[in-house]
């Protein structure tokens, strides 16, 4: 079992920046997949990075060049640096590991809001 605390959400003006933290209660060196996901009110979830175990990192196309996935692992952390926030960017983001054995974990969400 792993637990995820992200933080580092919050109001932000159109064009700013906000890091999101995700916090894991163990190691997670070993894992087959990471990344944030998000959810805009009144839509389904969905991806903005990911990386593999191969450590291939993927972007959504929204979100490319703006956004940065990176990790942490003596801290057991991941990170979401993401830059020239656009309106569209509101979202509660979710962090995501799934770990050897496929069994997937989910944050409890930290919420963006991008708005002046």
């Known amino acids: 079992q792993v637990q995820l605390v992200e933080s580092g959400g919050g109001l932000v003006q159109p064009g700013g920046s906000l890091r999101l933290s995700c916090a894991a209660s163990?190691?997670?060196?070993?894992?087959?997949?990471m990344g944030w996901y998000r959810q805009a009110p009144g839509k389904e979830r969905e991806l903005v990075t990911t990386v593999t175990s191969g450590y291939i990192t993927t972007y959504a196309d929204s979100v490319k060049g703006r956004f940065i996935f990176s990790r942490d692992n003596i801290k057991n952390t991941m990170y979401l640096q993401m830059n020239s926030l656009k309106p569209e960017d509101t979202a509660v983001y979710y962090c995501?590991?799934?770990?050897?054995?496929?069994?997937?974990?989910w944050g409890q969400g930290t919420q963006v809001t991008v708005s002046s």
């Open positions: 995501n590991y799934r770990d050897s054995l496929q069994r997937n974990y």
């Open positions: 163990r190691s997670i060196a070993l894992f087959s997949a």
